[in-house]
């Protein structure tokens, strides 16, 4: 069956230290990988994607990840946080296996400390 | 435990049909999120509300309207379909923090 895990419920960093939001999958076929970042009382905003192509993509806001096949991960980073990257981020996976659907992980809540 | 549901789980309508999407949230859950997700599309923030009261607004044609009732559950109401009306609607809910998805309602438009 198709699932996304975000092992960490919250991640703590300091501002200006690099921070890192986990993510493992499980699908069927080639993954299609998202992350989406929710800011209090607003709905989803898209960070970045993986369809194909170099493992490491660049999106939004300084964010990046990581795709790594062999480990099925897909780990958010940033090399240095900021304060106001604090908020509520979600990993994402679309099968298209039979017709598509996206699974979306349970969230990590990311403080950041000035 | 409770997740949350979303009625019906598909529905086909003709172009120019109207179709309601109902969402009920997890209970004690006050805020309700919807989103749309065209084919190969990534899923596009629609609405929200908080304690029965619109809180935020995103790409929400103004042929749609949607609501929160006093029981938390929310509807989407969509007229004058238009075949790119086609699309997986996704409902969620939160109370505070966290936000929990529905396994969306498909919507055929033909």
């Known amino acids: 069956a198709q699932s996304v895990a975000q092992p960490e419920d919250q991640v703590n960093v300091a501002e200006g230290n690099p921070l890192t939001v986990k993510c493992t999958y499980s699908v069927s076929g080639n993954p299609y990988l998202f992350w989406y970042v929710q800011y209090p009382n607003r709905g989803l905003q898209f960070l970045l994607k993986y369809i194909t192509g170099d493992n490491l993509v660049k999106g939004s806001y300084g964010f990046e990840a990581e795709f790594n096949k062999s480990q099925t991960s897909f780990h958010l980073k940033k090399p240095s946080a900021l304060v106001s990257d604090s908020a509520l981020y979600f990993c994402?996976?679309?099968?298209?296996?039979?017709?598509?659907?996206?699974?979306f992980g349970a969230g990590t809540r990311l403080f950041v400390k000035a | 435990a409770a997740g949350v549901i979303q009625s019906p789980r598909h529905l086909i309508k003709e172009k120019r049909e109207t179709a309601t999407l109902k969402c009920y949230p997890i209970p004690r859950h006050d805020t309700v999120y919807w989103y749309q997700q065209g084919p190969g599309q990534d899923p596009q923030f629609l609405i929200s509300f908080y304690e029965k009261m619109q809180s935020d607004k995103g790409s929400i044609p103004d042929r749609f309207s949607a609501q929160q009732f006093s029981d938390y559950h929310s509807e989407l109401n969509m007229s004058s379909l238009e075949l790119g009306d086609s699309a997986l609607y996704f409902c969620?809910?939160?109370?505070?923090?966290?936000?929990?998805f529905g396994p969306g309602t498909r919507l055929t438009v033909t």
């Open positions: 994402a996976v679309r099968d298209y296996t039979g017709g598509f659907k996206t699974i």
């Open positions: 969620a809910s939160s109370l505070g923090s966290g936000q929990y």
